[in-house]
């Protein structure tokens, strides 16, 4: 079992930047791989980027690649998504999530946060 807490979720001008924070419970948080999704308003939920469990692999969708970077720490049981060069497109709600495969699509991930909300105005 993998409890999930997001924070750092803001309204910023468009061109900022923002660190989302997910805090891990649980003492198998290292062997889960970890995703960002995002879900803005009328649309489905989408994958922003996903990290294997060693944090050596990662994965960006083609909108955010160069801009948006995830990370994790196994020893404090934390995964990071820094977001630069924020656009109004941006705007959404997001999640983390754990999953034990390397994957794109939510239905892969076994745990949810509660997310967190990201505006962007432009």
């Known amino acids: 079992q993998v409890q999930l807490v997001e924070s750092g979720g803001a309204s910023v001008q468009a061109g900022g930047s923002l660190r989302l924070s997910c805090a891990a419970s649980?003492?198998?948080?290292?062997?889960?791989?970890m995703g960002w999704f995002r879900q803005a308003p009328g649309k489905g939920r989408e994958v922003v980027a996903y990290?294997?469990?060693?944090?050596?692999?990662?994965y960006y969708t083609t909108s955010v690649k160069g801009r948006f970077a995830i990370s994790r720490d196994n020893a404090k049981n934390m995964v990071y998504l820094q977001m630069n060069s924020l656009k109004a497109e941006d705007t959404a709600v997001y999640f983390c999530?754990?999953?034990?495969?390397?994957?794109?699509?939510?239905?892969?991930?076994?745990?949810w946060g509660q997310g967190t909300q990201v505006t962007i105005s432009s």
């Open positions: 999530a754990a999953s034990r495969y390397i994957a794109a699509t939510p239905e892969t991930y076994d745990y």
């Open positions: 990290i294997d469990w060693r944090g050596i692999s990662t």
């Open positions: 649980g003492r198998t948080f290292s062997t889960y791989a």
